[in-house]
């Protein structure tokens, strides 16, 4: 039986699983949560900054220490940028990428003449790429007056613009926009000497792999090039990037790593370029996998609580194991999913997690609630018969037994003598002796559908309709006192004479129906059914009658109307009064344990129970 409900327990949550997954694969297909995804790759980042992945790369900044020293405002003369070309050439770097537009004449004609020339004298040895945000249909610029005249000092064109994700933060670097490749690309592209391949989806852009947050990024001043007081071994051999990186020039974007602060233009584009050089390590897994990441976790929550049905105690146990399994659980996730970034893979992390705690609180709470009813099932098992446990269930819904009151027959048995018999016996011969006796009328009663409320050592208190009804009350404690002081008691006897104990039992049984006040009573830790009230005090001194009345049954007149089937079976033994009651009690025993001779008409029993 527990095996099966452990089955039916699982399958409950696997099926939980299998429809939060469902819910979850929907959500994540349709992006409902795009932009809380995007957050949890930011804070992804903080396991994965590492400043020596832009070791190929470094930037040359217009910065205010370059302002200061030029003393100049923006935009700066294009005699300085001319300058710093033919500064760099001696530095040998792998690539220049000039992060500022010169699509417009200056007011300087000859600036724009030097500057052209410097771009002339450099690109035979060192690629350079200019960017322009400006970009004409076909990907046609501006740059130098046009692209012949670009073409014509042998520099490359990149579209410098920068596209936000959904949220306004800056993750990703595009393969081309407005038909032109952007300066990232381009920028690579001359310096790996080979062309990258584009998306395998237009629109598609590929995730920046940020070295860390603003500045770190190695960078020198530009007025510092331009005084060669920057070593050869800072820029020889690496990709320069030179920009705007002062605030005045308002080049300046929130990225996934910035947090409050935002990064300049110039070290955007250089960790797009770093990210480039280095294959992109930082993608999305195939969908399949993001799927299957997504379903197992949601599996994991709903399976996982399922040992919490085992715990036993009081119901704080379970509630807190449950709640340890699924705190563990949710760290191994998210370990898991840092784990998978730091190797460059970007698993969904929202989903995931909504599908691992919507299925965790539904399977746990499920499982909660089975325990709890476990709990009160195994109480109710003790007292109530098997067939009849279900529906006590259904009736105190899985937490407590409501109070209740109830039409029942109640019925008391009681060993006569028994503490006589067992004066000289051992502690262990009179245990076993009694548990074998109760194990015995138990049975019986059960069998007859009673309820077995309670142990007075060698008594027995029962109830029959309660708490589960039962139209034919009387009738089954009448079928059942008779086989308890016939076949139970006869084997209870043959058990004693295999033993030579030396004593036969006799019992009394007291009987009568009415109401009872029927429900569960005692503390959080302990709880035991009751049925009580004048029909329960009644019974008990009617079975203490039936020492006076020398019979083995005492039945009341109240469940002699209650009868169905046994109502003229009966004998009547007297009228007695009863202590307690005002009114004197009609009583009747079972024609085969009537005295041998009938009694007074009254007695008043001494004892009282």
């Not at 052209?116 to 690629?127: E, F, G, R, S």
């Not at 995931?352 to 609180?361: E, I, K, T």
């Amino acid at each position: 039986m527990r095996l099966s409900r452990r089955l039916s327990l699982a399958a409950v949550a696997l099926a939980v699983g299998v429809v939060v997954a469902a819910v979850s694969l929907g959500l994540w297909h349709f992006g409902v949560f795009e932009r809380a995804e995007l957050g949890t790759v930011d804070e992804r980042f903080s396991v994965r900054e590492d400043p020596a992945k832009a070791r190929d790369v470094v930037i040359v900044g217009v910065d205010a220490q370059t302002l200061s020293d030029l003393q100049a405002r923006p935009p700066i003369r294009r005699l300085y940028h001319a300058r710093l070309l033919d500064r760099l050439r001696a530095y040998k770097p792998r690539a220049i990428a000039y992060d500022f537009q010169f699509t417009e004449r200056s007011d300087r004609p000859a600036d724009d003449e030097r500057l052209a020339q410097a771009v002339l004298d450099t690109t035979p040895t060192v690629p350079v790429v200019l960017a322009t945000v400006n970009v004409l249909p076909g990907g046609r610029t501006l740059i130098f007056g046009d692209d012949e005249h670009r073409k014509a000092t042998g520099a490359q064109a990149g579209n410098a613009t920068v596209i936000a994700d959904s949220d306004g933060i800056f993750r990703h670097v595009w393969y081309s926009e407005d038909q032109l490749k952007s300066f990232s690309v381009v920028t690579v592209e001359q310096a790996l000497k080979r062309r990258l391949s584009g998306p395998a989806y237009p629109g598609d852009g590929e995730w920046i792999d940020f070295a860390g947050g603003p500045n770190t990024i190695p960078q020198v001043s530009f007025s510092k090039v331009l005084d060669r007081t920057v070593p050869v071994s800072a820029l020889r051999g690496k990709v320069v990037v030179v920009g705007a990186t002062d605030a005045t020039f308002q080049d300046v974007h929130p990225v996934a790593t910035s947090g409050r602060f935002p990064m300049s233009g110039p070290e955007l584009q250089a960790n797009a370029i770093q990210s480039l050089l280095r294959g992109s390590p930082l993608r999305e897994p195939a969908g399949i996998v993001s799927a299957a990441w997504i379903v197992l976790w949601s599996l994991v929550g709903a399976l996982g609580p399922l040992p919490v049905q085992r715990a036993s105690g009081h119901w704080l146990r379970p509630a807190l194991l449950g709640a340890a399994i699924t705190f563990g659980l949710l760290a191994a996730l998210v370990a898991g999913l840092l784990l998978a970034f730091n190797a460059g893979w970007i698993l969904p992390a929202s989903y995931a997690v909504l599908g691992f705690v919507a299925s965790a609180f539904t399977a746990s709470s499920l499982a909660l609630a089975r325990t709890r009813s476990e709990v009160v099932r195994n109480r109710f098992s003790r007292f109530v018969p098997e067939q009849a446990v279900d529906a006590v269930m259904a009736m105190s819904g899985q937490k407590r037994l409501e109070p209740a009151e109830i039409d029942a027959t109640v019925m008391f048995i009681d060993m006569r003598g028994f503490s006589t018999h067992t004066e000289h016996r051992s502690a262990r011969e009179t245990i076993e002796t009694l548990n074998q006796y109760l194990t015995i009328m138990s049975e019986g009663l059960l069998e007859h559908g009673a309820t077995v409320v309670s142990y007075m050592g060698d008594g027995i208190m029962a109830v029959f309709g309660a708490p589960l009804s039962q139209d034919d009350h009387a009738d089954r404690a009448l079928e059942a006192a008779r086989e308890l002081v016939g076949p139970r008691l006869d084997a209870f006897n043959a058990w004693l004479r295999e033993r030579a104990a030396g004593w036969t039992a006799v019992i009394g049984v007291g009987i009568h129906s009415g109401p009872v006040a029927s429900g569960m009573v005692g503390s959080e830790r302990r709880l035991e059914y009751a049925a009580v009230g004048d029909t329960t005090n009644t019974a008990a001194r009617l079975e203490s009658a039936t020492k006076e009345l020398r019979v083995f049954v005492l039945i009341s007149d109240a469940t002699r109307g209650h009868l169905t089937r046994f109502a003229d079976g009966l004998a009547e033994v007297a009228t007695i009064a009863v202590k307690g009651r005002e009114q004197q009690v009609r009583v009747w025993t079972l024609p085969e344990t009537a005295p041998a001779a009938a009694p007074a008409a009254s007695v008043h029993p001494a004892a009282e129970r």
